[in-house]
């Protein structure tokens, strides 16, 4: 069963989508997320807290990575991302984890490249992937071990967004109605007598 996403942001630039990631953090998740210096080539955002509470024992943070691509977002990237927090110094004092929100998902390689990491290595760096949509955050992948919960009890921020929610479960019911089966009939005999 496939889910039904929601229309896309389409932010002129990337400033404008990681505002939008920053107030869906915010608003849905109690998230109390912060922007760093200008030009910081490794992460965009930082969520300090979430829900009143330290994300970690150790008070560090989780570092967000923000891609506005037309694309899905491959593994090179996913990679370059796990590497900046497995390897800077910097970046395992700084963060407990890091979670890697893309406007258009990610492709089935990147996603698999992170799952098999939490699987097979213990010790591996905690990185969760979610799609920021126009109201919401779809979590991707969930690493079992991240302190983030991008769960909400409450309905979506927008009454128009529950309303297209609706609209495409009935579109989606309606074409499961009107489906065409084709049936092959064989039979032994050949040629004309067909």
């Known amino acids: 069963m496939t889910r039904q996403r929601m229309a896309r942001p389409s932010p002129q630039n990337s400033d404008v989508f990681e505002d939008h990631v920053k107030n869906l953090l915010e608003d849905n998740y109690g998230c109390e997320v912060i922007k760093p210096p200008k030009n910081q080539p490794d992460y ?15 008070g560090r943070s989780v570092a967000i990575q923000v891609k506005n691509f037309k694309k899905r977002v491959g593994i090179a990237s996913v990679r370059k991302f796990i590497d900046f927090l497995t390897r800077s110094y910097q970046a395992q004092v700084q963060f407990s984890e890091g979670l890697f929100i893309s406007s258009n998902g990610f492709s089935k390689s990147a996603i698999e490249l992170v799952r098999h990491e939490s699987r097979e290595n213990p010790k591996a760096t905690v990185v969760s992937l979610g799609t920021a949509n126009t109201g919401d955050i779809e979590q991707d992948f969930h690493h079992p071990r991240s302190s983030l919960s991008l769960k909400r009890d409450g309905p979506p921020i927008s009454p128009l967004v529950d309303h297209q929610r609706l609209v495409d479960h009935q579109s989606n019911t309606h074409k499961r109605k009107s489906r065409r089966y084709h049936f092959g ?8 007598g067909k």
Do not use: A, Y
Request: charged fraction near 25%; proline fraction near 0%.
């Open 44 to 58: 965009d955002l930082e969520i300090t807290r979430q829900g009143g509470t330290n994300l970690s024992e150790d």
């Open 185 to 192: 009939i064989f039979t032994n005999k050949v040629g004309t």
